[in-house]
T-cell receptor
């Protein structure tokens, strides 16, 4: 199946610091989605990137899709305690019927 | 709208027992899927369905069965539970078009002793 590597696995930051998580694939992706899972909760869709080099912003969150469509990043500016959780990237199989998730990055924000 | 509803929220089984995890959605989504989540492993696809009457295997289907007799329901069956199936199980649905986001249920935490 589609393989997507996500790093880092864990990240601890002081409140106010920035945070970035990366997803990398060895093959060209048709799209990439990002999800957030709060502790004890379920994954919630954040955004989808489809175009090469695409950049989308949601308040303090910036999502990028690489020019070659093989990597993506999620950057949070000035983290807050509400940002705590695990961030996952997800990619579609070639048929579009299967979603493959990265292993996730667990973010801890220290007040 | 309730969205995606999973029952039960918690379950403890003994090795060899069988059970069914229920999943229902009220959004008229064609696509439904089951994932298991284990520490450090992310979410792994067990089975999925692109519409009523159609099911297919995902990454880790062994030990699990599914059926899709209606658009709304997608139950996951464990025929003979094993300790390796201890996990958190999530059901997710989407409208079915390529690139559609997944909507997740609240999950079922299963422990097999």
């Amino acid at each position: 199946g589609q393989q997507v590597m996500q790093i880092p696995q864990y990240q601890h930051v002081q409140e106010g610091e920035d945070f970035t998580t990366y997803c990398n694939s060895s093959t060209t992706l048709s799209n990439i989605q990002w999800y957030k899972q709060r502790p004890g909760g379920h994954p919630v869709f954040l955004i989808q990137l489809v175009k090469s080099g695409e950049v989308k912003k949601q308040k303090r969150l910036t999502f990028q899709f690489g020019e070659a469509k093989k990597n993506s990043s999620l950057h949070i500016t000035a983290t807050q305690t509400t940002d705590v959780g695990t961030y996952f990237c997800a990619v579609n199989s070639n048929t579009g019927n299967q979603f493959y998730f990265g292993t996730g990055t667990s973010l801890t924000v220290i007040p | 709208n309730a969205g995606v509803t999973q029952t039960p929220k918690f379950q403890v089984l003994k090795t060899g027992q069988s059970m069914t995890l229920q999943c229902a959605q009220d959004m008229n989504h064609e696509y439904m899927s089951w994932y298991r989540q284990d520490p450090g492993m992310g979410l792994r696809l067990i089975h999925y369905s692109v519409g009523a009457g159609i099911t297919d295997q995902g990454e880790v289907p062994n030990g699990y069965n599914v059926s899709r007799s209606t658009t709304e329901d997608f139950p996951l069956r464990l025929l003979s539970a094993a300790p390796s199936q201890t996990s958190v199980y999530f059901c997710a649905s989407s409208p079915g078009q390529f690139h559609s986001p997944l909507h997740f249920g609240n999950g079922t935490r299963l422990t097999v002793t």
